[in-house]
């Protein structure tokens, strides 16, 4: 049986996941995405340099991550007779399916130096220590 975090994984990088297919034309904008487990928590890294933390949106909406991201930028440059004017505009949306176990009131994100790093805290899994005896018949 696969761990659940490999399940998880699995399900949301297959090229036969339907949030992939509906989008396989999107998907060349698409930042790059780190996901890691510990005991304690989830985390989600999104490559994404020259944007602003202000650019972004995280959502937690029926059981479901939402990763958001808009940035529009104007360039204009004037030589002699000539200018010339530039417009760039990034705009993305990931979503992932949560795992049962993610606390999702307790979800943070920070950004910092192009890296987008959100952490999704654990449910404590209850590890029965008791030891019983059992009758050998």
């Not at 399900?11 to 949030?19: G, K, L």
């Not at 590890?127 to 018949?137: G, H, Q």
């Amino acid at each position: 049986m696969l761990h659940p975090m490999n399940q998880w994984v699995d399900r949301f990088f297959t090229e036969e996941d339907p949030f992939f297919t509906e989008n396989r034309t999107n998907r060349a904008n698409l930042p790059a995405v780190n996901v890691k487990e510990t005991d304690e928590a989830y985390m989600i890294e999104v490559a994404a340099p020259g944007l602003l933390k202000e650019d972004f949106k995280v959502s937690c909406e029926d059981q479901r991550l939402i990763i958001r991201a808009e940035h529009q930028t104007e360039k204009e440059k004037k030589e002699d007779d000539c200018m010339r004017r530039e417009f760039n505009f990034t705009r993305f949306e990931r979503h992932f399916q949560l795992p049962e176990d993610v606390l999702a009131d307790n979800v943070k994100a920070t950004y910092e130096n192009g890296l987008l790093k959100i952490n999704m805290p654990r449910k404590a899994l209850k590890i029965n220590k008791e030891t019983r005896l059992i009758d050998v018949r």
